[in-house]
């Protein structure tokens, strides 16, 4: 992978065979090797509808990336950089959150349960209103519910 300073820029090509290798292995083939993603620039890359379920994204820059539908079930996103994700419709149950930052990311019908509250920061995040259960549980509900848009299923 190139590497532009703090995060390695993976190519087209690079990526592609990433996401072929995971494919492969959500399948059990043995050829097939889990997606490690950690502390890549996948700045404004395009992975809609991509069926991420575990990949390692640990300290990844996602800023813009298009992940509308995209299964992240179960992805190690702790201290990703989730700013401005498109992520409607994504799956992000079981994901680890920790410590990534979700501002200005739109998740409206996303899935996801108690994991929200370990993300780092949720300012300026758009939601679909089912989200609320889970959101008053942050501690910093208080402080960032009027930059939150609650968008009605």
Known sequence: MQNHGRWAKPTQEELDQILANHALWL???PA???ADLSYTNLYRA???RADLTGANFTGANLTYTNLTDANLHR???IGADLSGVWLSGGDLTGA????GDLTGAILTDAKFGL???DAKTIKYTAFSQDALIWLI???DWAKVKDTVTI???
């Open 115 to 117: 994991n929200i509250i």
């Open 75 to 77: 992805a190690n996103l």
């Open 137 to 139: 549980l942050r501690k």
């Open 96 to 99: 680890w959150l920790s410590g």
């Open 32 to 34: 097939g090797e889990r």
């Open 27 to 29: 399948d059990n083939d």
């Open 151 to 153: 968008v009605n299923n």
């Open 46 to 48: 395009n992975l809609r």
